[in-house]
């Protein structure tokens, strides 16, 4: 009677174990820097909203809101401290939160009418010196150069000296083992525009600037993850010019390293694209960002891929991860209820139903 009551209690341990045990690795939100003002009030968000409901992964956008010592001509307007910092370093590692930076690199290097500051201070390093921003209320999408946002010239013999000083002192400062490159809707890739890259195979234009952060990457243990919308062939799966490529970058997927962690953004419809790169032996996060009924049908598709998965894609399959496009600020205030009703940011209320079902 002893022995069965102690494999009956055995195996029930197993069993809750089981059911306790979270269907996938990742559960991340990926959001703007807040502004040094708001940094303590960030602090106790993640603390009392965000670390409760079983976020393991926060993605900052920090660009160039950092005071950087290895290139201080490229500080931003209102940045961090690197005290500032460690104050999301240490709130984040009490609650088993892996803090990862992002810096835009190749694509995003402009918004609108305004020059990011890479471009700004060494203009030598722009795709397409010959095309001209407007000014913001000028701007139109479509336009005759193609303008979206400008990209840096990935061949250019110094760009990278410049951006791997950034993206070891931002991950230093982090004290993290990952990094986000963005890398999404790179549309000025061997312009005709660019001397080094005009004639080139976009797709290894891509590939190489993926593998080059990548390997620099790992040669401090650090992982690269990036957006995955230029691996996707935009024309033939019909999911379009945003969240796929239309200038042939997708073949690039065959061409990175596999050790590369793919964000998966879907915004408009639910596509299934977990499954491309699962498939091609890259890890993969789908990640949602405002419309509820998306959100939840992509976890659902998590789960399903998880479940029906081979060995050796399984681990593949990362998990989920929120997105927002306004600021922290704003974010916060719609997570708790405090802002305008008219102004509310969906992506928290996105966010709300999307860890509701995570944690089942």
Known sequence: MKRFLLFMFALTFVILSSKAQQPYAVRGLCVAAPSVANVDE????IESDLAPVGLNVLILRIEYQYQFKSHPELVGS???SESDVKKLVKVCREHNISLIP???????????GKLGKLLEVYPQF????DIQLPKDEEYKWPNPDGLYCKSYCPLH??????VFDLVDEICDAFESDAYHAGLDEVFYIGHENCKRCYGHDKAELFAGEVTKIRNHLNEKNRKLWIWGDRLIDG?????????????NTHRAIDMIPKDVVICDWHYERPDPTAVLFASKGLGVITCPWQNI???????????LFIEGATKETKPKYMGMMQTVWGSAEGFMRSYKGTGNPERMDKSAACFKELAKVWNR
């Open 42 to 45: 960030f602090v106790k968000f």
């Open 78 to 80: 209102n940045p961090y």
């Open 102 to 112: 992002q810096i835009n690199l190749f694509g995003h290097q402009s918004w609108h």
């Open 126 to 129: 722009d795709e397409t010196p």
């Open 157 to 162: 013999p110094e760009v990278h000296d410049v």
């Open 235 to 247: 024309k033939t799966t019909g999911i379009g010019l945003w969240e796929g490529s239309y200038n």
């Open 293 to 303: 009924e998306n959100a939840i049908e992509q976890e659902k598709m998590m789960r």
